[in-house]
């Protein structure tokens, strides 16, 4: 069986889906591509969650054709591709309807920098894009036009989709941007949250970004000498 490596991410990316409560029943689908041969292996067409498993998994090459896999792809594979076939730095995409950024997304609004978390994770306003059918690359096309250098973008009326230099950093969009749209949705029922300073959200986004995770970011003692 070919690319078992990332057979394994993609499941486990898909898997997580369910468990951050992104989906519900077949809906939502992660894919990963292969940077050596440039194949994308994809969630199959209408299996459930419970039943997905790393053999299952769909193999397609950029045109779609599949080249690996008893069942179909999922219905959302031309939007997956027509985003790789434009990016060639990402690794990873995910799609879903999680509540807070579809409702979001079924009013059309995107979701400015009302918080420092929105500044970390994405360092500018999350985009809505424009209504596209579903099926073919109109999607795709949207998502290209409106996704900017943002990680993650609204659909009008439809869903979220999610992009990474890996399978991980798309899937940790796709939990944050929700996260972030449950935040903001309860914000608004109290009041009228307000977008940060332009320098704030830069800030922010740096230190986040380039330091996080590092000793020096966590403590604030510099480890460089001199
Ligand atoms: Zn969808």
Request: net charge negative; charged share 20%.
């Given at each position: 069986?070919?690319?078992?490596?990332?057979?394994?991410?993609?499941?486990?990316?898909?898997m997580?889906?369910?468990?951050?409560?992104?989906v519900?029943w077949?809906?939502g689908?992660?894919?990963?591509?292969?940077?050596?041969?440039?194949?994308?292996?994809?969630?199959?067409?209408?299996?459930?969650?419970?039943e997905?498993?790393?053999e299952?998994?769909?193999?397609?090459?950029?045109?779609?054709?599949?080249v690996?896999?008893?069942?179909?792809?999922?219905?959302?594979?031309a939007?997956h591709l027509?985003?790789?076939?434009?990016?060639?730095?990402?690794?990873?995409?995910?799609?879903?309807?999680?509540?807070?950024a579809?409702?979001?997304?079924?009013?059309?609004?995107?979701?400015?920098?009302?918080l420092?978390?929105?500044?970390?994770?994405?360092?500018?306003t999350?985009?809505?894009?424009?209504?596209?059918?579903?099926?073919g690359e109109?999607?795709?096309?949207?998502?290209m036009?409106?996704i900017?250098n943002?990680?993650?973008?609204?659909?009008?009326?439809?869903?979220?989709?999610?992009?990474g230099?890996?399978?991980?950093?798309?899937?940790?969009?796709?939990?944050?941007?929700?996260d972030?749209?449950?935040?903001?949705?309860?914000?608004?029922?109290?009041?009228?949250?307000?977008?940060?300073?332009?320098?704030?959200?830069d800030?922010?986004?740096d230190?986040?970004?380039?330091r996080?995770?590092?000793?020096?970011?966590?403590?604030?003692?510099?480890?460089?000498?001199?």
């Amino acid at each position: 069986m070919m690319l078992e490596e990332l057979r394994k991410e993609v499941w486990q990316a898909n898997m997580a889906l369910p468990e951050h409560g992104l989906v519900t029943w077949t809906s939502g689908n992660v894919s990963g591509r292969d940077p050596e041969t440039g194949l994308v292996v994809i969630k199959p067409s209408g299996v459930m969650f419970n039943e997905l498993t790393p053999e299952n998994m769909v193999v397609v090459d950029a045109e779609g054709m599949v080249v690996e896999g008893d069942l179909g792809p999922s219905s959302d594979t031309a939007s997956h591709l027509y985003i790789y076939n434009h990016r060639p730095d990402v690794m990873g995409v995910v799609h879903t309807h999680s509540n807070y950024a579809t409702a979001f997304a079924a009013v059309g609004k995107s979701i400015p920098v009302y918080l420092t978390a929105i500044a970390d994770e994405f360092g500018a306003t999350i985009p809505c894009g424009g209504y596209a059918g579903i099926g073919g690359e109109e999607i795709g096309e949207e998502i290209m036009r409106s996704i900017g250098n943002s990680p993650a973008i609204l659909m009008k009326q439809h869903g979220v989709f999610t992009i990474g230099k890996s399978v991980k950093k798309a899937l940790q969009a796709a939990v944050m941007v929700e996260d972030i749209a449950k935040t903001v949705w309860m914000a608004m029922q109290i009041g009228e949250p307000e977008e940060l300073p332009v320098e704030e959200i830069d800030a922010n986004y740096d230190r986040y970004q380039h330091r996080y995770g590092t000793f020096e970011a966590s403590t604030g003692i510099s480890t460089k000498e001199g």
